[in-house]
């Protein structure tokens, strides 16, 4: 079974940083494109920043400049490195790989921005 498993949400103030953190299995991350996505109160699920497996990034142009997505090959690791964040930045931020059809996902970590 393909688990994905996130890490490094929390309570933030504006301005301030996080990194989130998802790691699955070597077989899928190798080949996978993997992306963050999030989803707010009453809204639904948006894309954030998505990573090919040869590192090509996509990112939403709500968080260009702020958001950084990398991947960590040793680790089978991928990372959102988000930097001044915004009260508009506060969700369930939700880890996917995927692949032709096949996609995979991962349970959530919850990010507040408030003050």
């Known amino acids: 079974q393909v688990q994905l498993v996130e890490s490094g949400g929390g309570l933030v103030q504006p301005g301030g940083s996080l990194r989130l953190s998802c790691v699955t299995s070597?077989?899928?991350?190798?080949?996978?494109?993997m992306g963050w996505y999030r989803q707010a109160p009453g809204k639904q699920r948006e894309l954030v920043a998505t990573s090919t497996s040869d590192s090509r990034t996509v990112y939403a142009d709500s968080v260009k400049g702020r958001f950084t997505i990398s991947r960590d090959n040793t680790k089978n690791t991928v990372y959102l490195d988000m930097n001044n964040l915004k009260p508009e930045d506060t969700a369930v931020y939700f880890c996917?790989?995927?692949?032709?059809?096949?996609?995979?996902w991962g349970q959530g970590t919850q990010v507040t921005v408030s003050s």
């Open positions: 996917r790989a995927f692949r032709y059809s096949i996609e995979y």
């Open positions: 070597r077989s899928i991350f190798s080949i996978y494109t």
